[in-house]
């Protein structure tokens, strides 16, 4: 029964992952890149605002807490063992349309937060609800298609939020400590817990002392590994170039498939990691607090900056690198991100293993958390509040079983619950994009100023 599932949802993932989801996806970043005049010039302001508090604004978290919760849901397995995949199955050219997908996706992300911010409801207990199901209903009157994105989303929390991440947890538990994958579920279960059931603040205030240190330990490793992989660095950025437009081998046994199939899975682990166009990340962004839409999005836009531009290419360059220094991998009949992931990390003597275990367990945890919130803010759309706590407990119960399921099989469903998120949100985001110009062009002139409380809204 589980070969036959496997079968129709790999089926379904090469249509929702053909040309047409390519071409639109990357359209859209084109698109918006243009529309929005190159916002990811703006990236080192973004950053600057990032850490930047925005006092006496509306909101129910800090905008830094908003950023950390969406960077925990996004710095995940997808930017060690999802960049491990897209090179077993795309082969090393897929690490460039990875990385290309994060650059134009910048501004996607920034589009997609800006009108889940502007759109935003406040609830009779002060509450910011918001995203792509917010603004597909009141920026365009299709609430049909924000109950469609909010379903798909709720769905997706279970996949590329639990079962994905609590699977890769378990997986290298077992394997470096040897403990069974049921005990891990168990206690991821038993942490996660205690923190959701705090709601949003609670998961903010753990992601603002958690993903700040987890991402800096990894890139920090992942520099050091460079460092000594530093003769191979340039050949391996030439692979990754070379491989992402032809078919051919290179040294380690690295095969390139052709532009198609590195373009696919290059860009699908990108969506994954990064989730610029799948709509997640504006669902916690409209909880910041912030004077205007423009702000709080290009703070969001960060995300994906350090996501996939910064992290991806680091875990890239560190597989590629280490592959073709260490001839003696076999990499050959491989098609699993994660193995492909430990036998590259396992060539490096002692640091390489830790770095592995300590970035996927970390990195899991807190998409584990962030996506607890946009599964929870998707069900109360659909069924209102009473929906929070049963969701809460399913997400618990899924947590507890997903070591125990066919890790292929949660990847595949993930890729094919995030494309289905994506068409509605792509759609927010494209039919509104003439809003987006003119809260861009209003705002934007102001944000260098030191003080900009003072600016008029922009007429809706």
Known sequence: MLDTLQSIVTSLNGFLWGPPMIILLVGTHLFLTIRTRCIQRKTL???KLS?????????????????TTALASTIGTGNII???????????????????????GIATKYAESLIAVKYRVQTKDGKMLGGAMYALERGLHMKWLGILFAFFAALA??????????NAIAEVVENN????GLIVGILVAALTTLVIFGGVKSIANVCEKLVPFMAV?????????????????????????ELAFTKGAAAGGLVGSGIMTAARYGIARGLFSNESGMGSAPIVAAAAQTRNPVRQALISSTGTFWDTVVVC??????????????PSIDVSGIDNGGQLTTLAFNQIPILGPIILVFGIITFAYSTILGWSYYGERCTEYLFGKAARIPYRILYIIVLVVGPIISLNLVWDIADTLNALMAIPNLI????????IKKETDHYLKHLDEKDNSEIPIVNK
């Open 428 to 435: 927010a985001v494209l039919l509104l994009s003439g809003v």
């Open 157 to 166: 929390s279970f996949g590329i939020g639990s079962g994905v991440q609590v």
């Open 217 to 241: 330990f990894y890139v920090l490793g992942c520099i050091i590994i460079l460092c000594l992989n530093y003769d191979y660095i340039i050949p391996a950025v030439k692979t990754i170039v």
């Open 313 to 326: 290419l680091m875990t890239g360059l560190v597989l590629v690198s280490s592959i073709m220094k260490n």
């Open 82 to 104: 999802g960049v491990g995949t897209a090179i077993a199955l795309g082969g090393p050219g897929a690490v460039l349309w990875c990385w290309l997908t994060g650059v134009f």
């Open 177 to 180: 400590l040897h403990i069974d």
């Open 51 to 67: 850490v930047t508090k925005d006092e006496d604004s509306t909101g129910d978290i800090s905008q830094f807490g908003a950023l």
């Open 45 to 47: 302001l973004a950053i």
